[in-house]
């Protein structure tokens, strides 16, 4: 079983910048096309960026463009996502997701199997 492991989130100030990590255990990263996604209070779960397996391409979603950088390392078997100048509704559970690479790639906002158990982002105004 694939299992996911998040870390690096935490309380920041508006402005200020985070680092999150996840591992993949149990599956090689190769391969795997991976994604984050967050959750905040109250509202449904909302797409954030994603790799393809060659970390050749990369997605965003309209609120974190130019703010935040998606990578990965494929002998780590990790991704990363770094956060730039965050702002209040950053606020969220950010979680780690993945799935198998398929040619032609499917949507980066659709679906993944294997989930991380999530990591609480704050930021604080």
């Known amino acids: 079983q694939v299992q996911l492991v998040e870390s690096g989130g935490g309380l920041v100030q508006a402005g200020g910048s985070l680092r999150l990590s996840c591992a993949l255990d149990?599956?090689?990263?190769?391969?795997?096309?991976m994604a984050w996604f967050r959750q905040a209070p109250g509202k449904e779960r909302e797409f954030v960026s994603a790799i393809n397996w060659r970390g050749s391409s990369t997605a965003y979603s309209d609120s974190v463009k130019g703010r935040f950088t998606i990578s990965r390392d494929n002998i780590k078997h990790t991704v990363s996502l770094q956060m730039n100048s965050l702002k209040p509704e950053d606020t969220a559970v950010y979680y780690c997701?993945?799935?198998?690479?398929?040619?032609?790639?499917?949507?980066?906002?659709?679906?993944?199997?294997?989930w991380g158990q999530g990591t609480q982002v704050t930021v604080s105004s």
């Open positions: 149990g599956r090689t990263a190769s391969g795997t096309t």
């Open positions: 997701a993945a799935r198998p690479s398929t040619w032609p790639e499917g949507p980066y906002d659709g679906i993944y199997y294997d």
